[in-house]
């Protein structure tokens, strides 16, 4: 590779900046002789602490940093996969060069006295905006109270300890990065708490046309999350959410290289769930993913989506 200098660019949360760390360290595992530069931005959606969906919705996440791409003020995006919009395509100019390969996609439940979840009594107040986690909650655990809870991990453990909020569910992989594990009481399974779509991927983001810097990135992509995360996304782009859809799934890779997807569709008081799963042996990801979401549309998810305001 001719550029002896590759510009980093990502949000400017700490475990953001642990995630561009990995990466790094990755890329000098690959090219010793290239140097790396963390360019460091504040999105809207570290700013606003309100509702998403008042702010272009998960867009809020990205779209700094994909101005900085297209700006030519970095040559690499580092974006967790959970936080890209699917249902309208990357920026114009630019492509996903690596999908990392996956972090664990399991949630965790943070409670200072170290009750479980089945152990929370009535009315314990559970720290969390995500619609995904509210709906899944009061589908199996209508005693909770959820209370609006956003900001980054180390900021939320912080309003726990404040008392804003008596237990946190907040995502394993972003506990690892920050080197937070220590504070996890239960790790719960995904039938307990399916994971939002693009659970635990971080991805690699280039200029379309630095076809170099992509041939070189590209090695650090995994082919078993490449091919979940292809799966899910084609998922979220057919069903076409947004922001305050309560959708979630994962995609599973099997030791014989078989694929399968399971995804559910909530309404957010969670008294309504759609459910589907399905294998695509060795089939193309995407069209296991688009078979997935007309599975859900046939039970009614189009309905179900659109009417949740957003």
Not at 66 to 78: E, K, T
Not at 156 to 166: F, G, M, Q, S, W
Not at 223 to 249: K, Y
Not at 265 to 284: C, I, M, Q, S, Y
Request: aromatic share 2%; charged share 25%; proline share 5%.
């Amino acid at each position: 590779m001719a550029a002896d200098l590759i510009r980093i660019v990502s949000r400017d949360s700490p475990m953001a900046l642990a995630q561009v760390e990995r990466v790094r360290a990755e890329l000098a595992a690959l090219c010793p002789d290239t140097r790396t530069e963390v360019v460091a931005v504040k999105t809207t959606g570290d700013k606003w602490m309100g509702d998403l969906a008042l702010v272009e919705g998960k867009g809020a996440f990205t779209k700094e940093v994909d101005q900085a791409l297209l700006a030519g003020d970095a040559d690499l995006a580092v974006h967790c996969v959970k936080d890209i919009p699917a249902d309208r395509p990357l920026p114009a100019g630019t492509t996903f060069a690596a999908f990392l390969e996956r972090d664990d996609i399991r949630d965790a439940l943070i409670h200072p006295d170290g009750l479980h979840l089945d152990q929370l009594p009535s009315g314990t107040r559970i720290g969390t905006s995500s619609v995904r986690r509210i709906a899944q909650l009061a589908a199996s655990y209508p005693h909770l109270e959820c209370v609006p809870m956003r900001g980054n991990a180390n900021r939320r453990l912080e309003k726990l300890a404040a008392a804003e909020a008596d237990a946190l569910l907040l995502a394993v992989s972003g506990l690892e990065r920050i080197g937070r594990t220590d504070v996890i009481t239960e790790i719960l399974s995904p039938e307990v708490m399916c994971p939002p779509i693009g659970a635990g991927v971080l991805a690699l983001q280039c200029r379309e046309d630095d076809t170099e810097l992509i041939d070189l990135v590209s090695a650090l992509g995994d082919p078993d999350t490449h091919r979940e995360t292809t799966a899910e996304r084609m998922f979220l782009h057919v069903l076409q959410g947004h922001c305050n859809s309560p959708i979630a799934g994962y995609a599973q890779t099997e030791g014989n290289g078989e694929l399968s997807l399971r995804a559910k569709v909530f309404t957010p008081d969670g008294k309504k769930v759609l459910n589907a799963h399905e294998w695509a042996g060795r089939l193309d990801p995407a069209t296991l993913g688009t078979s997935v979401a007309v599975a859900l549309l046939r039970q009614g998810a189009r309905e179900l989506i659109d009417g949740i305001a957003h």
